[in-house]
Protein backbone atom coordinates (compact mmCIF):
# COMPACT_ATOMS: atom_id res chain seq x y z
CA UNK A 1 0.00 0.00 0.00
CA UNK A 2 1.45 3.36 -0.77
CA UNK A 3 1.85 5.68 1.80
CA UNK A 4 4.48 7.83 0.73
CA UNK A 5 8.20 8.06 1.56
CA UNK A 6 8.90 7.05 5.08
CA UNK A 7 9.97 9.54 7.45
CA UNK A 8 13.07 10.59 9.13
CA UNK A 9 13.11 9.91 13.10
CA UNK A 10 15.34 12.34 14.39
CA UNK A 11 16.18 12.25 17.93
CA UNK A 12 18.11 13.96 20.06
CA UNK A 13 20.76 13.31 22.47
CA UNK A 14 22.70 15.12 25.19
CA UNK A 15 25.82 13.13 25.76
CA UNK A 16 27.40 9.83 24.47
CA UNK A 17 25.45 7.74 26.70
CA UNK A 18 22.45 9.07 25.38
CA UNK A 19 23.28 9.30 21.70
CA UNK A 20 23.88 5.24 21.56
CA UNK A 21 20.58 4.83 23.72
CA UNK A 22 18.79 6.82 20.75
CA UNK A 23 20.96 4.85 17.84
CA UNK A 24 20.06 1.39 19.49
CA UNK A 25 16.33 2.47 20.42
CA UNK A 26 15.38 3.29 16.46
CA UNK A 27 16.54 7.01 15.46
CA UNK A 28 17.32 7.24 12.08
CA UNK A 29 19.07 9.91 12.90
CA UNK A 30 20.60 11.96 16.14
CA UNK A 31 21.18 15.44 16.55
CA UNK A 32 23.78 16.71 18.96
CA UNK A 33 25.51 19.96 20.48
CA UNK A 34 29.01 20.51 21.05
CA UNK A 35 30.27 22.83 23.60
CA UNK A 36 29.69 26.43 21.52
CA UNK A 37 27.51 27.82 19.26
CA UNK A 38 24.39 25.46 20.05
CA UNK A 39 20.76 26.51 21.88
CA UNK A 40 21.35 24.08 24.69
CA UNK A 41 24.13 25.37 26.63
CA UNK A 42 22.94 23.65 30.04
CA UNK A 43 23.00 20.37 28.30
CA UNK A 44 25.69 18.83 28.93
CA UNK A 45 26.86 18.92 24.84
CA UNK A 46 29.68 17.06 23.24
CA UNK A 47 33.48 17.59 23.38
CA UNK A 48 35.22 16.65 20.61
CA UNK A 49 36.39 13.69 21.07
CA UNK A 50 32.97 12.34 22.30
CA UNK A 51 31.31 13.95 19.15
CA UNK A 52 33.79 12.15 16.72
CA UNK A 53 33.58 8.75 18.87
CA UNK A 54 29.15 9.58 18.68
CA UNK A 55 29.90 9.99 14.96
CA UNK A 56 31.57 7.06 14.35
CA UNK A 57 29.03 5.00 16.70
CA UNK A 58 26.13 6.38 14.75
CA UNK A 59 27.54 5.17 11.74
CA UNK A 60 28.52 1.96 12.70
CA UNK A 61 24.54 1.43 12.56
CA UNK A 62 23.53 3.07 9.54
CA UNK A 63 22.46 6.17 11.81
CA UNK A 64 23.23 10.39 10.40
CA UNK A 65 24.26 12.73 13.42
CA UNK A 66 23.40 16.06 12.76
CA UNK A 67 25.38 19.13 15.16
CA UNK A 68 23.66 22.40 16.20
CA UNK A 69 24.75 25.84 15.86
CA UNK A 70 21.82 27.62 16.13
CA UNK A 71 22.67 30.71 18.20
CA UNK A 72 21.77 33.48 16.89
CA UNK A 73 25.70 35.11 16.40
CA UNK A 74 26.87 38.59 17.62
CA UNK A 75 30.13 39.98 15.46
CA UNK A 76 32.12 38.31 18.59
CA UNK A 77 31.09 34.93 18.00
CA UNK A 78 32.22 34.94 13.95
CA UNK A 79 35.43 34.31 14.12
CA UNK A 80 35.20 31.21 16.88
CA UNK A 81 32.81 29.95 14.59
CA UNK A 82 35.01 29.66 11.83
CA UNK A 83 37.23 27.55 13.62
CA UNK A 84 34.56 25.58 15.09
CA UNK A 85 33.28 24.39 11.32
CA UNK A 86 36.67 23.82 10.40
CA UNK A 87 36.71 21.49 13.55
CA UNK A 88 33.94 19.72 12.40
CA UNK A 89 34.98 19.39 8.62
CA UNK A 90 38.26 17.93 9.39
CA UNK A 91 36.81 15.52 12.54
CA UNK A 92 38.35 12.18 12.03
CA UNK A 93 37.74 9.46 11.75
CA UNK A 94 34.75 11.15 9.58
CA UNK A 95 32.24 14.03 10.29
CA UNK A 96 29.07 14.81 10.89
CA UNK A 97 25.82 14.48 8.12
CA UNK A 98 24.74 17.63 8.82
CA UNK A 99 24.51 21.13 10.11
CA UNK A 100 21.70 23.10 12.15
CA UNK A 101 21.81 26.50 11.50
CA UNK A 102 19.31 29.90 11.96
CA UNK A 103 21.51 32.79 11.71
CA UNK A 104 22.60 34.04 8.30
CA UNK A 105 26.07 34.95 9.33
CA UNK A 106 26.54 32.11 10.60
CA UNK A 107 25.22 30.03 7.37
CA UNK A 108 27.91 31.85 5.36
CA UNK A 109 30.41 31.17 7.47
CA UNK A 110 29.84 27.15 7.28
CA UNK A 111 29.64 27.82 3.37
CA UNK A 112 32.55 29.47 3.18
CA UNK A 113 34.58 27.31 5.53
CA UNK A 114 32.79 23.73 4.58
CA UNK A 115 30.90 24.34 1.06
CA UNK A 116 30.00 21.04 0.48
CA UNK A 117 28.10 20.11 3.72
CA UNK A 118 24.65 19.36 4.45
CA UNK A 119 22.53 22.46 5.84
CA UNK A 120 19.51 22.42 7.63
CA UNK A 121 17.76 25.46 8.52
CA UNK A 122 16.49 25.40 12.58
CA UNK A 123 13.53 26.39 13.49
CA UNK A 124 14.46 29.79 15.29
CA UNK A 125 14.92 30.94 11.83
CA UNK A 126 10.92 31.31 12.26
CA UNK A 127 9.83 29.42 9.02
CA UNK A 128 6.24 30.09 8.38
CA UNK A 129 6.30 30.20 4.76
CA UNK A 130 7.17 28.49 1.24
CA UNK A 131 9.08 31.63 0.29
CA UNK A 132 11.16 31.34 2.91
CA UNK A 133 11.92 27.70 2.17
CA UNK A 134 12.93 28.10 -1.58
CA UNK A 135 14.82 31.59 -0.16
CA UNK A 136 16.79 29.03 1.96
CA UNK A 137 17.13 26.36 -1.01
CA UNK A 138 18.42 29.04 -3.10
CA UNK A 139 21.64 29.42 -0.82
CA UNK A 140 21.73 25.98 -0.44
CA UNK A 141 20.15 24.34 2.37
CA UNK A 142 19.02 21.00 2.13
CA UNK A 143 16.14 20.62 4.76
CA UNK A 144 14.13 23.54 6.77
CA UNK A 145 12.75 22.75 10.41
CA UNK A 146 8.95 24.19 9.87
CA UNK A 147 7.87 27.25 12.70
CA UNK A 148 5.78 25.04 15.68
CA UNK A 149 2.93 28.04 14.36
CA UNK A 150 2.25 26.03 11.44
CA UNK A 151 -0.94 23.74 11.04
CA UNK A 152 -0.61 20.58 8.89
CA UNK A 153 -2.48 22.44 6.19
CA UNK A 154 -0.17 24.91 6.06
CA UNK A 155 2.48 22.27 5.68
CA UNK A 156 1.02 20.31 2.68
CA UNK A 157 0.97 24.40 1.04
CA UNK A 158 4.78 24.33 1.68
CA UNK A 159 5.25 20.60 0.60
CA UNK A 160 3.21 21.56 -2.92
CA UNK A 161 5.45 24.60 -3.67
CA UNK A 162 8.94 23.72 -3.06
CA UNK A 163 11.32 21.18 -4.87
CA UNK A 164 10.59 17.43 -4.26
CA UNK A 165 14.00 17.16 -3.24
CA UNK A 166 14.07 19.99 -0.47
CA UNK A 167 13.44 18.45 2.84
CA UNK A 168 10.37 19.72 5.40
CA UNK A 169 11.52 18.94 9.19
CA UNK A 170 8.88 19.34 11.99
CA UNK A 171 8.53 18.86 15.85
CA UNK A 172 6.05 15.87 16.95
CA UNK A 173 6.87 15.64 20.14
CA UNK A 174 8.67 17.26 23.44
CA UNK A 175 8.11 20.40 25.26
CA UNK A 176 6.51 23.51 23.74
CA UNK A 177 8.28 26.96 24.43
CA UNK A 178 6.13 29.76 25.22
CA UNK A 179 7.31 31.72 22.18
CA UNK A 180 7.04 28.86 20.17
CA UNK A 181 9.54 28.90 17.01
CA UNK A 182 12.26 29.86 20.22
CA UNK A 183 12.45 33.89 19.66
CA UNK A 184 11.90 34.54 23.36
CA UNK A 185 13.03 37.69 25.46
CA UNK A 186 11.98 36.63 28.26
CA UNK A 187 14.32 35.14 29.74
CA UNK A 188 17.20 37.92 29.08
CA UNK A 189 15.03 40.29 30.49
CA UNK A 190 14.55 39.14 33.64
CA UNK A 191 17.86 37.32 34.15
CA UNK A 192 20.46 38.60 31.62
CA UNK A 193 21.05 35.24 30.42
CA UNK A 194 19.94 34.91 26.47
CA UNK A 195 17.62 32.10 25.29
CA UNK A 196 19.16 33.17 21.56
CA UNK A 197 22.53 32.42 23.15
CA UNK A 198 21.44 29.06 24.48
CA UNK A 199 20.86 30.65 28.39
CA UNK A 200 17.11 29.88 28.54
CA UNK A 201 16.13 29.97 32.54
CA UNK A 202 12.54 28.96 31.12
CA UNK A 203 10.52 32.23 32.91
CA UNK A 204 7.30 30.51 30.67
CA UNK A 205 7.53 27.98 34.03
CA UNK A 206 7.54 30.35 36.51
CA UNK A 207 4.38 31.51 38.62
CA UNK A 208 3.32 35.04 37.85
CA UNK A 209 0.07 37.59 38.68
CA UNK A 210 -1.16 40.02 35.63
CA UNK A 211 -1.90 43.44 36.95
CA UNK A 212 -2.85 46.55 34.66
CA UNK A 213 -0.13 49.17 35.19
CA UNK A 214 -2.62 52.30 35.87
CA UNK A 215 -4.61 50.39 38.45
CA UNK A 216 -1.39 48.13 40.80
CA UNK A 217 -2.97 45.94 43.33
CA UNK A 218 -6.09 45.17 40.80
CA UNK A 219 -5.33 41.42 39.80
CA UNK A 220 -6.96 40.78 36.59
CA UNK A 221 -9.12 37.40 37.12
CA UNK A 222 -6.70 34.37 36.16
CA UNK A 223 -8.11 31.33 37.96
CA UNK A 224 -5.66 29.57 40.10
CA UNK A 225 -5.53 27.05 42.46
CA UNK A 226 -3.65 27.19 46.33
CA UNK A 227 -0.08 27.01 44.71
CA UNK A 228 -0.51 30.04 42.23
CA UNK A 229 -1.12 29.89 38.21
CA UNK A 230 1.08 29.21 35.61
CA UNK A 231 -0.04 31.21 32.94
CA UNK A 232 2.75 30.57 30.05
CA UNK A 233 3.02 26.82 31.17
CA UNK A 234 2.19 24.99 27.86
CA UNK A 235 1.25 21.82 27.50
CA UNK A 236 3.64 19.29 25.99
CA UNK A 237 3.84 18.38 22.35
CA UNK A 238 2.60 14.79 21.54
CA UNK A 239 1.86 13.66 18.00
CA UNK A 240 1.43 9.73 18.53
CA UNK A 241 -1.84 9.43 17.58
CA UNK A 242 -1.66 11.23 14.02
CA UNK A 243 1.21 9.66 11.95
CA UNK A 244 -1.12 8.90 9.10
CA UNK A 245 -1.94 13.04 8.91
CA UNK A 246 1.64 13.85 9.28
CA UNK A 247 3.24 11.33 6.55
CA UNK A 248 0.41 12.67 4.39
CA UNK A 249 1.53 16.21 5.04
CA UNK A 250 4.97 15.42 3.05
CA UNK A 251 6.95 15.57 6.27
CA UNK A 252 10.50 14.06 5.50
CA UNK A 253 11.57 14.06 9.08
CA UNK A 254 10.03 13.30 11.95
CA UNK A 255 11.58 15.54 15.16
CA UNK A 256 11.70 15.03 19.06
CA UNK A 257 12.58 17.62 21.16
CA UNK A 258 14.55 17.39 24.35
CA UNK A 259 18.35 17.63 24.13
CA UNK A 260 18.32 18.15 28.00
CA UNK A 261 16.45 14.75 28.49
CA UNK A 262 17.52 11.31 29.80
CA UNK A 263 18.46 8.32 28.47
CA UNK A 264 14.92 6.87 29.72
CA UNK A 265 12.93 9.63 28.02
CA UNK A 266 15.09 9.80 24.54
CA UNK A 267 14.47 5.48 24.72
CA UNK A 268 10.85 5.80 25.61
CA UNK A 269 9.98 8.06 23.01
CA UNK A 270 12.52 6.76 20.29
CA UNK A 271 11.37 3.68 20.56
CA UNK A 272 7.25 4.24 20.87
CA UNK A 273 7.89 6.67 17.34
CA UNK A 274 9.62 4.14 15.87
CA UNK A 275 7.36 1.47 16.11
CA UNK A 276 3.81 3.61 15.47
CA UNK A 277 5.87 4.62 12.54
CA UNK A 278 7.01 1.31 11.05
CA UNK A 279 3.55 -0.32 12.01
CA UNK A 280 1.70 2.36 9.86
CA UNK A 281 4.27 1.82 7.03
CA UNK A 282 3.49 -2.17 7.50
CA UNK A 283 -0.27 -1.75 7.62
CA UNK A 284 -2.12 1.35 8.79
CA UNK A 285 -4.40 -1.69 10.33
CA UNK A 286 -1.79 -2.59 12.29
CA UNK A 287 -0.55 1.06 13.35
CA UNK A 288 -4.40 1.91 14.81
CA UNK A 289 -4.59 -1.96 16.68
CA UNK A 290 -1.45 -0.73 18.46
CA UNK A 291 -2.64 2.86 19.42
CA UNK A 292 -3.34 1.98 23.12
CA UNK A 293 -0.09 0.41 23.62
CA UNK A 294 1.73 3.80 22.01
CA UNK A 295 -0.22 5.97 23.73
CA UNK A 296 0.46 3.75 27.32
CA UNK A 297 4.48 3.88 26.51
CA UNK A 298 4.70 7.66 25.56
CA UNK A 299 3.35 8.57 28.92
CA UNK A 300 5.88 6.68 30.81
CA UNK A 301 8.19 9.70 29.19
CA UNK A 302 8.94 12.42 31.45
CA UNK A 303 6.05 15.28 30.49
CA UNK A 304 3.93 18.09 31.36
CA UNK A 305 0.68 16.94 30.15
CA UNK A 306 0.16 16.47 25.95
CA UNK A 307 -1.34 18.43 23.21
CA UNK A 308 -1.43 18.80 19.81
CA UNK A 309 0.40 22.30 19.35
CA UNK A 310 -1.04 24.24 16.23
CA UNK A 311 -0.89 21.06 13.97
CA UNK A 312 -5.00 21.43 13.92
CA UNK A 313 -5.07 25.15 14.45
CA UNK A 314 -4.62 27.81 17.03
CA UNK A 315 -3.83 26.15 20.32
CA UNK A 316 -6.72 27.38 23.27
CA UNK A 317 -6.72 27.59 26.80
CA UNK A 318 -6.84 24.17 26.90
CA UNK A 319 -3.14 23.52 25.54
CA UNK A 320 -1.98 25.16 29.06
CA UNK A 321 -1.74 24.01 32.31
CA UNK A 322 -2.48 26.86 34.62
CA UNK A 323 -1.85 25.14 38.33
CA UNK A 324 1.15 24.02 38.23
CA UNK A 325 4.81 24.07 36.28
CA UNK A 326 5.95 20.33 37.76
CA UNK A 327 6.21 17.17 35.20
CA UNK A 328 4.17 14.19 34.96
CA UNK A 329 7.10 11.34 36.07
CA UNK A 330 5.74 7.39 35.87
CA UNK A 331 9.11 6.02 35.41
CA UNK A 332 12.32 6.48 37.14
CA UNK A 333 15.72 5.60 35.11
CA UNK A 334 18.27 3.40 37.01
CA UNK A 335 20.91 2.86 34.45
CA UNK A 336 21.72 0.96 31.28
CA UNK A 337 23.77 -2.64 30.99
CA UNK A 338 27.26 -1.82 29.77
CA UNK A 339 27.81 -5.56 29.02
CA UNK A 340 27.76 -8.88 30.85
CA UNK A 341 30.10 -11.36 32.35
CA UNK A 342 29.99 -14.50 34.36
CA UNK A 343 29.99 -13.93 38.05
CA UNK A 344 32.76 -16.54 38.42
CA UNK A 345 35.16 -14.19 36.37
CA UNK A 346 34.44 -11.36 38.36
CA UNK A 347 35.40 -13.55 41.57
CA UNK A 348 31.56 -12.78 43.39
CA UNK A 349 29.59 -15.59 42.70
CA UNK A 350 29.49 -19.12 41.32
CA UNK A 351 30.40 -20.16 38.34
CA UNK A 352 27.45 -19.75 35.39
CA UNK A 353 25.66 -16.77 37.31
CA UNK A 354 25.36 -14.03 34.77
CA UNK A 355 25.68 -10.27 36.26
CA UNK A 356 25.50 -7.37 33.99
CA UNK A 357 27.58 -4.25 34.93
CA UNK A 358 25.79 -0.89 34.87
CA UNK A 359 25.97 3.08 35.75
CA UNK A 360 23.55 3.59 38.42
CA UNK A 361 21.37 6.85 38.39
CA UNK A 362 18.79 6.01 40.94
CA UNK A 363 18.65 4.40 43.90
CA UNK A 364 17.63 1.03 44.63
CA UNK A 365 18.25 -2.44 46.24
CA UNK A 366 18.20 -6.03 46.44
CA UNK A 367 14.51 -7.68 46.70
CA UNK A 368 13.15 -5.03 44.86
CA UNK A 369 11.38 -4.81 41.33
CA UNK A 370 12.34 -3.40 38.12
CA UNK A 371 11.57 -3.31 34.68
CA UNK A 372 13.84 -4.27 31.99
CA UNK A 373 13.37 -1.84 28.98
CA UNK A 374 14.19 -3.67 25.68
CA UNK A 375 14.60 -2.22 22.27
CA UNK A 376 12.74 -4.60 20.70
CA UNK A 377 9.41 -2.66 22.40
CA UNK A 378 9.47 -5.72 25.37
CA UNK A 379 9.03 -4.91 28.84
CA UNK A 380 10.27 -7.16 30.97
CA UNK A 381 9.61 -7.19 35.37
CA UNK A 382 12.78 -8.70 37.07
CA UNK A 383 13.55 -9.23 40.11
CA UNK A 384 16.97 -7.65 42.12
CA UNK A 385 18.68 -10.93 43.37
CA UNK A 386 22.47 -9.57 44.00
CA UNK A 387 24.33 -6.57 43.99
CA UNK A 388 28.13 -6.01 43.96
CA UNK A 389 30.98 -3.45 43.50
CA UNK A 390 33.12 -3.63 40.26
CA UNK A 391 35.75 -4.99 43.24
CA UNK A 392 33.05 -7.98 44.30
CA UNK A 393 32.10 -6.29 47.31
CA UNK A 394 28.54 -7.48 48.15
CA UNK A 395 26.00 -5.02 48.88
CA UNK A 396 22.28 -3.92 49.33
CA UNK A 397 21.94 -1.18 47.58
CA UNK A 398 23.17 1.37 45.60
CA UNK A 399 23.03 4.93 47.30
CA UNK A 400 25.88 6.48 45.29
CA UNK A 401 25.05 8.41 41.65
CA UNK A 402 26.97 7.09 39.01
CA UNK A 403 28.30 4.27 40.81
CA UNK A 404 29.06 1.17 38.30
CA UNK A 405 28.05 -1.80 39.97
CA UNK A 406 27.20 -5.59 39.17
CA UNK A 407 23.51 -6.56 39.19
CA UNK A 408 21.89 -10.50 39.38
CA UNK A 409 18.35 -10.42 38.09
CA UNK A 410 16.24 -12.81 37.79
CA UNK A 411 15.52 -11.81 33.76
CA UNK A 412 18.04 -11.90 31.28
CA UNK A 413 19.54 -8.53 30.19
CA UNK A 414 21.65 -7.78 27.19
CA UNK A 415 23.88 -4.77 26.60
CA UNK A 416 21.71 -1.44 26.10
CA UNK A 417 18.85 -2.49 27.88
CA UNK A 418 17.42 0.12 30.04
CA UNK A 419 16.52 -0.47 34.00
CA UNK A 420 13.32 1.52 35.29
CA UNK A 421 11.08 1.23 38.18
CA UNK A 422 7.90 2.49 38.50
CA UNK A 423 7.88 5.76 40.57
CA UNK A 424 5.92 5.48 43.41
CA UNK A 425 4.81 9.22 44.38
CA UNK A 426 3.86 10.51 40.79
CA UNK A 427 3.77 13.74 40.52
CA UNK A 428 0.62 14.37 38.63
CA UNK A 429 -0.03 10.52 37.63
CA UNK A 430 -0.63 9.59 33.62
CA UNK A 431 -2.23 12.41 31.66
CA UNK A 432 -2.30 11.06 28.28
CA UNK A 433 -5.29 13.30 25.98
CA UNK A 434 -4.08 13.38 22.62
Not at 9 to 18: D, K, Y
Not at 183 to 199: I, K, M, P, V
Not at 262 to 274: E, G, I
Request: aromatic share 10%.
Amino acid sequence: MEHGKKPELLIPAASLEVLKTAVIFGADAVYIGGEAFGLRAKAKNFTAEEMAAGISFAHAHGVKVYVTANILAHNGDLEGAELYFQELRDMKPEPCDALIISDPGLFSVAKDVWPEVEIHISTQANNTNYRTYLFWWSLGAKRVVSARELSLEEIRGIRERIPEEMEIESFVQGSMCISYSGRCLLSNYFTGRDANQGSCTHPCRWKYAVVEETRPGEYLPVYENERGTYIFNSKDLCMIDHIPELVESGIDSFKIEGRMKTALYVATVARTYRRAIDDYFQSPDRYRANLGWYRQEISKCTHRHFSTGFYFGKPTEESQIYDSSTYVNEYTYLGMIEETAEAGSLGCGHSGIILARFEQRNKFSVGESLEIMKPDGQNITAVVEALYTEEGEPVESCPHARQRLWVKLSQPVEPYDLLRRETKDKSEGSAVSV
